[in-house]
């Protein structure tokens, strides 16, 4: 079976973002299959001898599909968020544009692939896509996130760091779907209490050493908040900010954390609370989109409009280490049900399907 995939997200500016990611992990695990040859093309005419072309990616607004195919074409969308939150996600003429030759491309595609079952009601929804046309694969944690037995290393991080034995931990954007105004003012409150005045947040990003203050773009108005309110609540002191973290740093500080909070409006998927499961963090997440999804029995939850429930239940898991540790075992059972085998099988069952039903 000869597969061609389109790597173009490893070569621009989605390769460290959740594309790049899964364009790279997908790649690396099909390679090893013996029964699939890989060919990886930027531009469709590179592709001279393939039994499908598979897109990674989907872009909404951008041209990126070819209307006209000359080969059964597989596509991976992720999530279809700015028509889910179209009043935060402004499109302009070109952008409409584009999406009506997206849309015309992906009728002629043969299979869609998405990462859960909120994406693909979504995608049903907002692209018109059928049911049975739409195959959900969920993602994986890299295997280098895991528990770690190497005290020396986990000491050194803490010292480098200035971590405390206390600490929240988030790690992603800072875009209005995640929903950090509200973490910033329930942290506020948390720590205003005796009880907890020597527990940290800390956020993990490089998106959150950036000076955007005399930058107008909407998509920074968020973070924009999350500074004027760590600054009005003088967090300063309670709030740390590493920036971006490499590989074994990040294994680290998810191993280090008290819990893992996520509390986005809504995710696609949510690869960081497999991360923190695999290595052991109990999670404090959201109820909304796929998390529910990804975090299963292990994780608690909260609504992300109510602040007074999510203080009362961070407060109650800081207190509880009984149940912290029960979180966390039961996190690892979680993150045990991904891998990115299960990716790759599953995703070969698409293109075998593609196979059988090709003219």
Request: proline fraction near 5%.
């Amino acid at each position: 079976m000869k597969i061609a995939i389109n790597h173009l997200p490893l070569k621009n500016a989605h390769k460290l973002r959740g594309v790049g990611y899964y364009t790279n992990h997908l790649l690396e695990v099909l390679k090893q299959d013996t029964l699939i040859q890989i060919q990886e093309f930027i531009n469709l005419p590179e592709v001279k001898d393939a039994d499908i072309v598979h897109y990674p990616w989907f872009d909404l607004f951008f041209h990126t599909l070819p209307i006209r195919k000359r080969l059964p074409t597989v596509v991976t969308i992720h999530d279809v968020m700015p028509f889910v939150f179209s009043e935060h996600y402004p499109v302009g003429l070109r952008g409409k544009i584009n999406f009506f030759l997206q849309k015309m491309a992906l009728k002629s595609c043969s299979y869609i692939i998405t990462d859960s079952k909120v994406s693909k009601v979504d995608i049903m929804k907002h692209l018109k896509i059928k049911d049975e046309k739409i195959a959900v694969i969920p993602l994986a944690a890299d295997p280098v996130f895991k528990v770690l037995s190497n005290d020396t290393k986990l000491l050194h991080t803490k010292r480098q760091y200035r971590l405390p034995d206390q600490f929240l931990l988030y790690v992603g954007d800072a875009n209005w779907v995640k929903n950090l105004p509200f973490l910033i003012e329930g942290f506020c409150k948390l720590v205003r209490s005796e009880s907890f005045k020597d527990v940290k947040l800390v956020l993990v990003g490089g998106v959150f050493l950036k000076n955007v203050e005399n930058i107008d773009h909407p998509e920074l108005q968020s973070l924009k908040l999350v500074n004027k309110l760590i600054k009005q609540y003088k967090l300063e002191e309670n709030i740390i900010r590493p920036g971006q973290l490499k590989g074994d740093d990040l294994v680290s500080f998810y191993n280090l954390a008290t819990a893992y909070v996520q509390p986005s409006i809504y995710e696609g998927f949510g690869l960081p609370v497999l991360e923190a499961f695999a290595c052991g963090a109990p999670v404090i997440s959201s109820n909304r989109g796929s998390l529910p999804e990804v975090g299963g029995q292990a994780a608690v939850y909260f609504d992300p409009t109510n602040l007074e429930q999510f203080i009362s239940i961070t407060a109650e898991l800081l207190e509880n280490a009984s149940l912290l540790n029960k979180l966390s075992r039961m996190g690892l059972q979680q993150a045990a049900k991904f891998s990115w085998e299960k990716v790759a099988e599953e995703t070969k069952s698409v293109y075998l399907k593609v196979l059988r039903n090709k003219p």
